[in-house]
């Protein structure tokens, strides 16, 4: 298939693009390269079957004339604001790059009749509940700008779905480790410990607690939704059924630094504005489809500890 990966630069979908290009596929990626790196993906510059477009899907001309040139059977969309506290300081951040963005692919779409989009979203659109997550939970009221502009594109791509013949499939997922991490908790525990490895700061009480999937994980999770469910509009949580505490992660990324850091709390329940400090997630939707993680949630935490550390000693400007 001819495949478009927008944010293919990014931390998932520069996963994403190894698997797809391993699949047999022939991948576009577009990306501004505002949060993602061109290392990310310098591995498969050499492939014929791969491109990458520098550029801003704000653009419209820019973004027209990429579909103007490939004939595209699908999109995967995953660009979009990845730095939830910036999004949370500026709401046009989360308007722009997380709305708009998906608004525009939509529109391209729509013009080129391309049929299927797989759509990367987020546990953090459910907002601040107690309750147990199933994919039909509702009202949802997000609490952070990152998660109503994701909510506002499921809205679109709804409509769009129902209107222009495009099949969906949504993937929610909550927070993703890994290697070519360009964010998150264990990027800023290392950024940190690399600054000061006397004491780590960490935002909140450590008590929030929630579960990590790990990025390889999730890409064979997002591909095998696509593969196996076969509805106009598929919408599916990914993730892990376990969790893991952010002082436990503080903790975890101390030991495997070989560090004897002290841990100071900021305080308070949540690390930032729009913080979600705890959720429980049902996977039983995914799970009946046939899919698992295989990495718990405390291994996936480990893993990327240990590969962010074995890359940053191979020169990986990985932080
Ligand atoms: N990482 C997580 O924990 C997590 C959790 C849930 C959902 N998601 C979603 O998964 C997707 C990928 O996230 P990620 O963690 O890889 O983030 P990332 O920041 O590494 O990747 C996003 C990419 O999009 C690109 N981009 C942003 N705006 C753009 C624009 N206007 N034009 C072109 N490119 C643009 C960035 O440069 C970046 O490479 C996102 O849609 C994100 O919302 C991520």
Redo the contacts with the bound molecule.
Sequence with gaps: MNILV??G?????SHLCDELITQGHKVVV???????RKENIAHLFSNPHFRFVQG???DMPFFDAVFANTAFDCVFH?????DIQKGGNDPIVDYQ??FS?TFNVLQCMRKYQVKQLVF???SALYGETSDLLTENYGPLQPVSNYGAA?LASEAYISAFSANYGIQTWITR????VGERF???VIYDFIKKLKKNPNELEVLGNGEQIKPYVYAKDLVSGILFVWENSHERFNVYNLGVSSRTKVKEIAQMVIRELKLNAKIVYTGGERGWVGDVPEFKYDLSKIHQLGWSAKYTSNEAVRLAIQKAIEYNKNGYPTI
């Design positions: 927008t944010g630069a990014g931390f998932i979908g577009v990306d501004n390269l505002i949060l993602g801003d899907i704000l995953l660009a979009a604001n990845s790059l997380t963005t990367s979203s987020t994701k997922f909550p927070n993703v360009t964010h998150g």
